[in-house]
C-alpha cells in the first residue's frame, strides 16, 4: 500500500494492510478511477483507499471499513450490484456512516430499491462541482477544496435541508388542522409537535393562517385537477429562462397525490422526472421528503429490483385539506 492509502500491485490490499480505516473507501472500476480520482484531488486531506466492485465485498464485511464510501457504479452489472447494494446498506445502517453512489439514469429504480438506510447519498451522473461537494459533505474533506462551485453546492444543500423542514412542519400542521380543528381554539398550533418531536426545526416568524377548515364538505377532488395544476406548472417553462421556477418538492407531492387519486404507482425515475430539475437534486429531495416523513417507499412484490414512492397518510390528508380549501374559495390549485 502507498502512503497515500492507495492499493498497489492490484486494485485490493489484504486484510494484513489495513491496520487502520482510511477516510475514504472508494469502490470504483478501472475505467471510471481516473475521474473520481480528479474528485478527490480536489478534496486536500484524507486518506484514500480503493477496490473495485469485485473486491468491495470482502473490504466491506471488515470491521472500521472507512469514514465513508465512494462507489460509483456507472456501468456495473446488476448481478455484482445484487450483491454489494445490500453491503452498503448495511455499512450505512451500521454507524451511521456516510455513503456516496454515482450512478446512470438507467440505474436509480434498481438501486434505489436495495438502498433504505439513511445517509446514503446517490449522484445521478454528476458535474464535478456536484461530486466534489457530495464528498465534503459527508465528511471526506479537511482541508478544503479546489473547485469553484463547491460553497455554491453546499450552501444548496443547506438550504435544501431547511426547506423540506418548513415544508413537513407546514403539512404537519394542515393535516392537524383536519384531524381536530379545535386545537386552534386551544391556543396549540396543530402539527408543531409532531414536526418538532420528529426532529424537524422550522421558523418561527410571521405565517400567512388561512380560515380553519369550513364544516361544508370540500368538492370532489379529481386527479385530472392535479394533472390539470402540474400541466399548468410546466407551462411556465416554455415562456421563462430555465430554473426560473424549479419547485421540486411541491412538484412531486402532486405528482404522487394525482397518481394516488388514480390508484396508480409512481417509480423512482418516474418521479424524478416529475421534479423537473436534475436527478441527483431530485434525488437528494426524494431522501429528505422520505426522511420527513412525508414520502414512503413501497417495495414492489413482484420485482424486488424495483420500489415504488407514496405519498404518507399525514402527506395525503394534508393535500387534501389544501386542495379542499383551494377549492372552497374557488381559486385554482397553485
Known sequence: MGDDGRATGGTFPTSADWHRAPDILAIVEERHRAAVEEVFDAVRGGSRAWTDWCGAIERLNQPGSAGIVVADARGVGEAELAVVLPLLDAFARGGGQRVIIVL????????????????????????????????????????????????????????????VARIAETLARLAGDVADPTLRESGREPGRESAREAGHVGEHGMRYRGPA???????????????????????????????????????????????????????????????AVA?????????????????????????????????????????????GAVQRIGTAIA
Open 213 to 275: 377548515p369550513s364544516a361544508v364538505a370540500a368538492p370532489d377532488i379529481t386527479a385530472r385537477d392535479i394533472r390539470d395544476a402540474i400541466r399548468a406548472r410546466r407551462l411556465r417553462d416554455q415562456h421563462f429562462a430555465g430554473g426560473l421556477f424549479e419547485d421540486p418538492a411541491w412538484d412531486m407531492l402532486l405528482d404522487l397525490f394525482a397518481a394516488e387519486l388514480e390508484r396508480s404507482q409512481v417509480s423512482v425515475s418516474s418521479l424524478c422526472i416529475a421534479a
Open 104 to 163: 446512470d439514469f438507467e440505474q436509480i429504480d434498481s438501486i434505489s430499491a436495495a438502498l433504505a438506510a439513511p445517509g446514503i447519498e446517490l449522484l445521478c451522473a454528476p458535474t464535478m462541482a456536484e461530486y466534489v461537494a457530495a464528498v465534503i459533505v459527508a465528511g471526506g474533506g479537511a482541508g478544503g477544496v479546489r473547485d469553484s462551485g463547491r460553497e455554491a453546492e453546499a450552501e444548496r444543500l443547506r438550504q435544501l435541508h431547511e426547506q
Open 279 to 323: 436527478p441527483t437534486t431530485a434525488l437528494r429531495w426524494i431522501a429528505k421528503l422520505t426522511d420527513a416523513g412525508l414520502f414512503e417507499r413501497q417495495p414492489d412484490p413482484f420485482d424486488r429490483r424495483r420500489a415504488y414512492m407514496a405519498l404518507s397518510a399525514r402527506a395525503s390528508a394534508a393535500m387534501r385539506a389544501y386542495v
